[in-house]
């Protein structure tokens, strides 16, 4: 396999090293990487996930509207943030570890290169409680 | 392909006793086929190439990685620049903002330096080095951006079956565990090369103590070497607080710990491809 941009590189390092969850995405919007803090907000480790083509990992992550039809490819913040070549915010819906169907926002940033190409987005992701969450501390 | 080492040291040049075996000047590298002279880099050590180089009537092309001055010091003592007979090629990484001409005149100009790029009498041609692979007089050359801090480029370059690859300011630990091919800054360049010239400032405790400075411990350069199957590591960029002992013992530490060859580049030693 050919060697990612060096932009993607560091942006996947920087990623690894956060507290919250990021998800990192080629010029196609495929998933690259995500943390363990979106692991954990997925239901998926990264590693399962890594070797599936584009259309299967969407599926799998399945994010959706609110009222439960499933969010357009092109309307992925990602997406999005690439196709208008600036930040793109969004909120949606996807189920979690447990199954709950969790309302979550992102904010996607093109990555572009010194050369003007964009190679992807790094897509910060926040989880908003829920009722169905356990209260902090609660085992 | 005949490559030859002008200046092997990084960051400042570093004459004096305790440096004359592997040399003081700045990095500089000439790679030569029967059609045309490449440098890569031009380090302080360039002053010598472009005596070496003056009779010759082949085409120059000068290939920077980046614009720190220990890379780009010996432009204003290169001889062939100040003949007018001559066109010199000058390749440079990109920038969102400006262009090769425009930075490069932020040294060369006063008061930081009394020659104008203007003033060279040879007619200089500015180039972005493009993306893909291109020819340069039988020479296929590709240039990738690599770790290190503002926009730097690594080089390779194939003549015939034989290649180089160049990295002489590179982290690639900086993006991770230097492991999987596909994350690791400078695979690609580096890969199944017969020589790799790459970065090796740092003892391992040096290193720890300056991760984000850009550059590599001898490990680190092994360790990408390796992954990459690069045939012979020549360990380059050497710290200029390093003596020669110094780096014999990191020269030692690189053989005892890649599979393949390593050496440590100094001034004046050439390599046959």
Sequence with gaps: MPQYAVELILARQLADGLAVPVLLVDERGDTLFFNEPAELLFGRRFDEVDALPFETRTALLAPRHADGRPLAIEELPGMRAMRERRPAHVAFHMHGLDGILRPVEATAIPLESARGHVLGAFVVLWAQETSADPAPGAT | ?273
């Excluded at chain 2, 040291?9 to 592997?22: K, L, Q």
């Excluded at chain 2, 002279?37 to 070496?52: E, F, P, Y």
């Excluded at chain 2, 103590?209 to 390796?226: N, P």
């Design chain 2, 1 to 273: 392909m005949k490559v030859a080492i002008w200046g092997s040291r990084g960051s400042i040049a570093s004459a004096g006793p305790e440096t004359v075996r592997y040399g003081g000047n700045t990095a500089c590298v000439s790679v030569e086929s029967d059609d045309a002279v490449c440098i890569l880099d031009a380090g302080s050590g360039l002053r010598r190439a472009g005596l070496a180089f003056t009779a010759d009537d082949r085409p120059i092309h000068l290939l920077l990685t980046h614009l720190h001055m220990d890379h780009i010091q010996g432009l204003g003592f290169f001889r062939p620049l100040f003949d007018p007979e001559r066109v010199i090629h000058i390749w440079g990484p990109p920038s969102a903002t400006q262009d090769l001409r425009t930075r490069l005149t932020r040294y060369l100009s006063p008061p930081l330096f009394p020659v104008r790029l203007r003033d060279f009498n040879a007619r200089v041609e500015l180039h972005d080095a493009p993306l893909t692979p291109w020819a340069i007089e039988g020479f296929g050359v590709s240039a990738a951006t690599v770790i290190h801090p503002g926009s730097t480029l690594g080089y390779r370059i194939d003549g015939g079956r034989r290649s180089i690859a160049y990295l002489p300011d590179h982290e690639p630990a900086l993006g991770g565990e230097i492991r999987r091919g596909d994350w690791t800054s400078g695979h690609d360049l580096a890969a199944r090369a017969n020589v790799l010239i790459h970065d090796g400032q740092y003892t391992t405790e040096e290193y720890g103590h300056r991760v984000g400075w850009g550059h590599s411990s001898v490990e680190h350069a092994a360790a990408l070497a390796d992954l990459a199957g690069a045939e012979r590591l020549v360990l380059f960029h050497h710290e200029p607080d390093h003596s020669d002992d110094v780096v014999d013992q990191m020269l030692e530490l690189a053989r005892s710990t890649r599979r393949g060859d390593a050496d440590a580049a100094r001034e004046g030693m050439t390599i046959e491809l």
